[in-house]
């Protein structure tokens, strides 16, 4: 039972590269989330997806575009990394408003 | 713009005693309430959750939500060198659809053997 898989767990980029991280959840669950997570900043919402088919900005979302390709899966892409995008990228999925369950985490430096 | 309040710790407990964490919400519509636990360099771990005024309990740990004063908290009893964690307070608010958790900053909590 993986519950969500996140790829990949650590990252290094140049500024300007773009990448994408992959989400993956095998609970059924219809809604997904993108957070970051920063030194005295706690959990912040980038970019949520309440079910298949819908996206909506959270509460950092500048800089990101996510997409939600199926049920299962919810990715976020950084189209011109900067390093104030160096974090830990978490991906969390729920059942509506029930509790949300978390991936292991992409740590991403930006250089 | 919701927020949850968290002292930042880090709070100091013996081995065995109960452990007390605080956080409070500014969103008076408010629906939901979860207390994750964080070790170092891992993920969130969900641990409790509340949705009703009063208490739930959970082996060691016992959830507290008062609406009317916008607060929740979490009780850890006979707590172990295990709990030792940071504990994120999150909150999910009002309106339906509304499925964005807004998290605290975190208490590190420290269980001194």
């Known amino acids: 039972n993986a519950g969500v898989t996140q790829t990949p767990k650590f990252q290094v980029l140049k500024t300007g590269q773009s990448m994408t991280l992959q989400c993956a959840q095998d609970?059924?669950?219809?809604?997904m989330y993108w957070y970051r997570q920063d030194p005295g900043m706690g959990l912040r919402l980038i970019y949520y997806s309440a079910s298949e088919g819908t996206t909506d900005k959270g509460e950092v979302p500048n800089g990101y575009n996510v997409s939600r390709l199926n049920k299962r899966e919810f990715s976020l892409r950084l189209e011109s990394a900067a390093p104030s995008q160096t974090s830990v990228y978490f991906c969390?999925?729920?059942?509506?408003?029930?509790?949300?369950?978390f991936g292991d985490g992409t740590r991403l430096s930006i250089l | 713009q919701k927020e949850v309040e968290q002292n930042s710790g880090p709070l100091s407990v013996p081995e065995g005693a109960i452990a007390s964490l605080n956080c409070t919400y500014s969103?008076?519509?408010?629906?939901?309430f979860f207390w994750y636990r964080q070790y170092s360099g891992k993920s969130p771990e969900l641990i409790m959750f509340i949705y009703s005024n009063g208490d739930k309990e959970d082996g060691r740990f016992t959830a507290q939500l008062n609406k009317a004063s916008q607060y929740v908290s979490l009780l850890i009893r006979d707590s172990q060198p295990s709990d030792s964690a940071t504990y994120l307070c999150?909150?999910?608010?009002?309106?339906?659809?509304?499925?964005?958790?807004?998290f605290g900053k975190g208490t590190k909590l420290s269980v001194i053997p």
């Open positions: 969103d008076r519509g408010s629906q939901s």
């Open positions: 999150a909150v999910i608010g009002p309106g339906a659809g509304s499925y964005q958790l807004t």
């Open positions: 609970m059924n669950h219809n809604s």
């Open positions: 969390a999925s729920s059942i509506m408003n029930q509790p949300q369950h």
